[in-house]
């Protein structure tokens, strides 16, 4: 049993999990250590208790979501004695405020429920009665109302019945079912078939049912709309759940109609369903929707809720899912390894829109630095390489042709492009400078070089940040080339495929540290100088060193006699990243707790830095 | 059978056509149901008297679930009057064209709409330039941030 624990998946699968929840698991891992070696090598003991690098969240299901809704929709019901179709419209039209919507109802709740688009404006009823009243109509709303006769001179199908047709072609607005044997025209589609069936909401706006169809498909599918508002002109009635329900969703033991709507009515149910989850979850500042496509999957971190949280953490979460799509989870072991990158987990911050782990650094200051890369990189670059700058007014020049003999356009400056000292200086030496160590041209190359130094700064932390990203994103093929180097060692050696999962391990590993590494690029670019930057940059240099020795050693070529050795290389270097990089983590979200990191830049929700010293 | 749209259409013009318009609004071109055309005339002591314009309106096969896309004219000399909601391009920022479109509105309802909208004071947009620089050749696929002046 010990080593079938080994290469339990659950290891890191859901190491997410393990962490905000309990460790339970980890306990039970931890008396195993002795037995299973293979599995437990790569443990570090701080696991189990929450990091401070962490934060406590919650992964809901879609499913869970609704049961949170039902919750607050229930409780509304419980307060107002009304039923759920209503409390329901009542939650959202509050956006889910319920203390709100509790001191609103007390104070008017006809008024409430007319802007809710419960009730009919005119003349409403005490709101008690009312609303009892109202789910009856909801629930049995598929009126059937079969016209036993019709009229209406458009139709060119004859009249099965006698009547003549009256004087006006548009029939009352108000055609409420009471009036059923009167000739009924549906004011859409101007149906006036007799077996027509048709429906309307409590306004009694009726229409027949094949428009009300059309209208929330249309709703649902191209608007993505959640509230399906009546279709009268300034009707500001809603239909309720039930209505839609019962519309979308084929009865039991109804006449099999239209095999397309067949199919595509539980497709819009379901799709409402979902509509209303993102709804609740957006009026929720505690909740996110996960970013990644066609997950439906919701996280829950309330320490994350406020603005002025994110000053001291990093909500880092993850949704619970892998991979894009649905049915990853289905996927057997090796396909997930392979697929590497895909089968990744949803990680994305709660506090922005950054849809991967930009920990250690705080989601404000993550955010200028892709403002700016985003603005700056590939210009900066350019202007590095195909440009210098006058020694005398510093404007930027671009030499496109010509001699060495400049003439800045701006200050009329004289100067030699190759060594930037004055051309007076250059007497008769036309076309080739050899004046490369004169004072003067030292003199200007350090203006210029002074005048660079922050762009010489910024590209710096760029490179290396833009390097990590790089790396990162290669590292897709480093899993692929890692699978084949176990399966080479599986046939070379006499290991195991547990016994050459360290390998998996390390890549891992690898990838993970490069995150760190690539985000702490961008906060040491913004970080002011003194002890603590020094020590900061300490410790990302010693998470670099051992992340460069273990990539090393991961690219090294494989020799059967080596195996053991380099196994137990390996496994020491990925513990020992996995420690340095825990330490970067820690320090950093430690210090963003102590409020101990200062900005070189003003920072939202942070002291300007003016006022250190 | 014929698609609702086509129905609903057959049946708001035959209206039209026996009924007639309200008074400043005629019937120009009907031959399709893809594409009709109005004129349209402010009635009465107004900014806009004895000026007639054209007013277009194109229908998908969803009307009337999906609103009609509707302007004026601006092409072959024509010109849109000059009003607050109305662009120089012809494009018109309604409320019923946008998000209060209802199914039960029909053409004639819109002109009508239209017509009592004019019925206020003369002076184009304040983004007017900027809009019409950058517009999309059909106004519906324009979110329009609708301002309750009424």
């Given at each position: 049993m010990g080593s079938d624990y080994g290469y339990s998946e659950d290891d890191d699968d859901y190491y997410d999990d393990e962490e905000m929840i309990d460790g339970t698991q980890d306990e039970e891992e931890d008396t195993d250590e002795d037995i299973d070696m293979d599995g437990d090598d790569?443990?570090?003991?701080?696991?189990?208790k929450k990091k401070s690098y962490e934060v406590d969240y919650e992964s809901l299901s879609q499913r869970s979501v609704e049961k949170l809704m039902q919750r607050d929709v229930e409780h509304i019901c419980g307060i107002f004695g009304v039923e759920s179709d209503t409390a329901s419209l009542l939650l959202r039209y509050m956006k889910w405020n319920k203390e709100k919507l509790i001191e609103k109802y007390m104070d008017n709740a006809a008024l409430v429920s007319v802007a809710a688009g419960v009730t009919v404006p005119e003349a409403p009823p005490p709101p008690l009665v009312r609303t009892q009243t109202i789910s009856a109509p909801a629930s049995?709303?598929?009126?059937?109302?079969?016209?036993g006769s019709k009229l209406l001179g458009l139709g060119s199908k004859s009249s099965k019945s006698s009547n003549p047709a009256p004087s006006t072609p548009r029939p009352p607005q108000r055609t409420s079912s009471k009036l059923a044997d009167q000739a009924f025209v549906c004011q859409i589609c101007f149906n006036d078939s007799p077996d027509m069936r048709t429906l309307a909401l409590d306004c009694d706006h009726t229409y027949c049912t094949d428009c009300w169809w059309d209208y929330v498909v249309s709703k649902i599918r191209d608007e993505s709309e959640h509230s399906i508002r009546c279709m009268a002109e300034s009707c500001a009635m809603v239909a309720p759940d039930t209505f839609v329900r019962d519309l979308l969703l084929p009865e039991p033991g109804a006449p099999v109609g239209d095999k397309e709507k067949e199919e595509l009515g539980p497709k819009m149910w379901s799709r409402l369903q979902e509509l209303f989850v993102r709804h609740f979850v957006a009026c929720n500042a505690s909740l996110k929707f996960c970013p990644y496509p066609s997950c439906t999957n919701t996280v829950s971190c309330p320490t994350a809720a406020s603005k002025s949280s994110l000053t001291t953490i990093v909500p880092t979460v993850s949704c619970g899912a892998r991979g894009i799509g649905n049915g990853v989870q289905d996927m057997s072991r090796s396909q997930q390894f392979t697929l590497g990158l895909q089968g990744k987990?949803?990680?994305?911050c709660f506090g922005c829109p950054i849809e991967s782990d930009h920990r250690p650094v705080v989601c404000n200051v993550a955010k200028m630095w892709l403002k700016k890369c985003r603005d700056d990189s590939e210009t900066a670059n350019w202007i590095k390489s195909n440009t210098k700058e006058c020694s005398q007014c510093q404007s930027t020049i671009e030499k496109n042709g010509g001699c060495n003999h400049m003439t800045c356009k701006k200050c009329k400056h004289e100067f030699c492009?190759?060594?930037?000292?004055?051309?007076?200086?250059?007497?008769?030496?036309?076309?080739?400078?050899?004046?490369?160590?004169?004072k003067n041209g030292v003199d200007a190359r350090d203006a210029q070089s002074k005048s660079r130094a922050s762009l010489e700064r910024y590209l710096h932390y760029y490179n290396r940040w833009a390097n990590h990203e790089q790396s990162a994103k290669l590292s897709l093929d480093l899993y692929a080339k890692t699978e084949k180097k176990m399966e080479e060692m599986q046939i070379t050696s006499a290991l195991t495929w547990i016994e050459v999962q360290f390998m998996k391990k390390a890549v891992e590993e690898v990838d993970k540290c490069r995150m760190t590494l690539k985000w702490t690029y961008a906060m040491a670019y913004y970080l002011a100088k003194g002890n603590e930057k020094d020590l900061f940059e300490d410790n990302q240099r010693d998470l670099e060193k051992a992340v460069e020795d273990l990539s090393e050693l991961l690219e090294s070529p494989i020799e059967a006699e080596n195996i053991p050795t380099l196994r137990q290389q390996v496994t020491n270097k990925t513990v020992y990243v996995q420690k340095r990089n825990e330490i970067v983590l820690e320090d950093t979200a430690q210090g963003f707790q102590d409020g101990r990191w200062r900005w070189n830049v003003s920072v939202d929700g942070f002291d300007d830095p003016e006022e250190l010293g | 059978m014929a698609s609702i749209s086509a129905r609903r259409l057959a049946k708001e013009l035959r209206e039209i056509q026996s009924e007639g318009c309200p008074v400043g609004i005629t019937l120009l071109e009907a031959n399709d149901f893809s594409r009709w055309l109005f004129t349209i005339e402010v009635m009465g002591e107004s900014l806009y008297q004895g000026e007639v314009y054209d007013l277009q309106f194109r229908f998908d096969a969803q009307y009337p679930i999906s609103s009609p896309a509707v302007q004026f004219v601006v092409t072959g000399g024509k010109q849109s009057p000059?009003?607050?909601?109305?662009?120089?391009?012809?494009h018109i920022c309604a409320s019923i064209l946008g998000?209060?479109?209802?199914?039960?509105?029909?053409v004639i309802a819109v002109c009508v709409t239209l017509q009592s909208m004019l019925a206020s004071c003369k002076v184009r947009p304040t983004d007017n330039d900027r809009y019409v620089r950058n517009a999309p050749e059909n106004p519906k696929k324009t979110l329009f941030h609708y301002d309750d002046d009424t």
């Open positions: 790569f443990k570090v003991s701080t696991k189990g049995t709303s598929r009126r059937p109302t079969t016209r987990e949803h990680k994305f492009w190759v060594c930037m000292g004055p051309w007076s200086e250059h007497g008769t030496a036309w076309y080739s400078c050899n004046r490369y160590d004169e | 000059i009003h607050p909601h109305v662009y120089s391009n012809g998000n209060e479109w209802s199914p039960v509105l029909s």
